[in-house]
């Protein structure tokens, strides 16, 4: 079993920041890549900003310059620091990790956390 666990969310003023964390664990052979995805109410999930195990980066127009996405390697943890707060940044926002249970997994699998509520209010 796999679990991404998500933590950091709340509520926050318009130009406040948040840092979001999440936590892979348990049987885990190599992780491709991390990303941090948002769903508003009434809208479509949509990426915020992935990080492969290279080192790539990839961010939605919208949240360029203003948030940064990290990886804790060691800890299989993917952080997201969002800086600038808007109002339209309020969202579920889901953990998705790209990795392999064993060698032999390929295409990796997609998993994805419980989702943790961020508010931010004008």
């Known amino acids: 079993q796999v679990q991404l666990v998500e933590s950091g969310g709340g509520l926050v003023q318009a130009g406040g920041s948040l840092r979001l964390s999440c936590a892979a664990s348990?049987?885990?052979?190599?992780?491709?890549?991390m990303g941090w995805y948002r769903q508003a109410p009434g809208k479509q999930r949509e990426l915020v900003a992935s990080?492969?195990?290279?080192?790539?980066?990839n961010y939605a127009d919208s949240v360029k310059g203003r948030f940064t996405i990290s990886r804790d390697n060691a800890k299989n943890t993917v952080y997201l620091q969002m800086n600038s707060l808007k109002p339209e940044d309020t969202a579920v926002y889901y953990c998705n990790a790209e990795l392999r249970r064993t060698l032999w997994d390929n295409p990796p699998s997609s998993y994805w956390g419980q989702g943790t509520q961020v508010t931010v209010s004008s």
């Open positions: 990080l492969t195990s290279g080192g790539s980066t």
């Open positions: 348990g049987s885990i052979f190599s992780i491709n890549a």
